[in-house]
């Protein structure tokens, strides 16, 4: 009952805040967040950008969404706060915090073996024996990175990618080294499908519906079925994009990045992954996902973000990344036609959500500079 209060409460909150910020901007004083958002503006003109949503969120304070073009360059209607965009391996968190809570049922061991996930499709690579579950959540499986993502792109069925994974060679025992992937998360689909039930049912289960994300859903039909949803764009030439298909292909390994959100939704997330729903998403559980378990160095280096970050690491379906002392929480999707990147720093207790229905490069650079803002506002 309490649990359900919260949700009614939080949405009515949410219902009743964030259209003002949308419709009534200059209620805000001008301060570094809308400095930051004119500048996101100025960066998405710059890039030709369709549409986008963002919000940033500090616990106790308004959550501050803003959104900016169309669900499609050609004839769309505005994007909103219920505009549903695909987070692609942003779902990569949403499957660690599933997993997390089946553990927490006693469903699911984070020891639970290939073997007993995959009975009727043999892992015969040397070390394989010791893949489990939070080898495959927390991408230190051993095998080469993103192997058999061509599978994927060239439509082979399920089954059939995981027989070929199944055949593969480690490069390192699991658990010894950050080898990234998305065909293997593929295994829970299939174990979830030989359980008579599905990826879909069970996020819809345990967090979707008792946190209130009702615009949230996985696979194609669902984006497709949404009141309004973003349309893919695919770069043609130089910040120049056309308006593509939905693929169906990484959405038949739903739990690597088959989730589709709206920012309104991906705020209630945020507040989650914050402590505010703790009977759904507990503190033990952003802890242990969050936990450092392999280190990722290039991840210094990436665009956007040099100098920023002093360390980074994986957790189970998060990067863990330090930026001079800070902990930030932080993962990245890219599909055809769509990026979105989601983060969080539980010592500031701020959260942050981008979506875009195109595939630019942009958002590594606007993410980072949220950070930059803010931490220097804060007198970090």
Known sequence: MLSTLRILMSRFFLMCVMPMWLLYPHIA?????????????????????????????????TPRVYVYGKTRKKGGTKVTKD??????????????LLSAKLVERNQLAWNT????????????????????L???????????????????????SLERVLKSLGELEPLCKPGDCYTYQNALFGALEYYFSKQDTSYSSQIQSYLFSPLGMTSSSVGKGGLLASDSWARPHIAIAR?????????????????????????YD????????????????????????TTERVRTKRETYRRGWRGMIDDAHYGLGWRIYD??????????????GYRADVAFMPEKKAGYVMLMNAESNMINNTTAELWKRFLKQAGD
Do not use: C
Request: charged letters at 20%; proline letters at 4%; glycine letters at 8%.
């Open 239 to 263: 910040n120049k994009w056309h308006e593509g298909k939905v693929e169906s292909n990484y959405y038949r390994f739903s739990p690597a990045a088959g989730v589709n959100a709206s920012i």
């Open 113 to 132: 073996s290939i073997n007993t996930l995959l009975p009727d499709i043999p892992f015969n690579g040397k070390g394989t024996d010791t893949l489990e």
């Open 323 to 336: 930026l001079d002392g800070k902990k930030l929480n932080y993962h990245g999707g890219w599909v055809k």
């Open 29 to 61: 004083s001008a301060d570094w967040l809308d400095n930051y958002a004119n500048y996101v503006k100025k960066e998405a003109n710059k890039y030709n950008v369709p549409g986008y949503a963002f919000v940033f969120y500090e616990q106790g304070k």
């Open 134 to 156: 939070q080898h495959i959540v927390g991408q230190s499986s051993g095998f080469m990175p993103n192997a058999y993502d061509n599978l994927i792109e060239a439509d082979y």
């Open 83 to 96: 505009t549903v965009f695909r987070l692609a391996s942003v779902s990569k968190t949403f499957t660690a």
């Open 266 to 289: 991906m705020t209630i997330y945020l507040q989650a992954l914050l402590g505010e729903f703790p009977t759904v998403i507990s503190k033990e559980m952003v802890e242990y996902v």
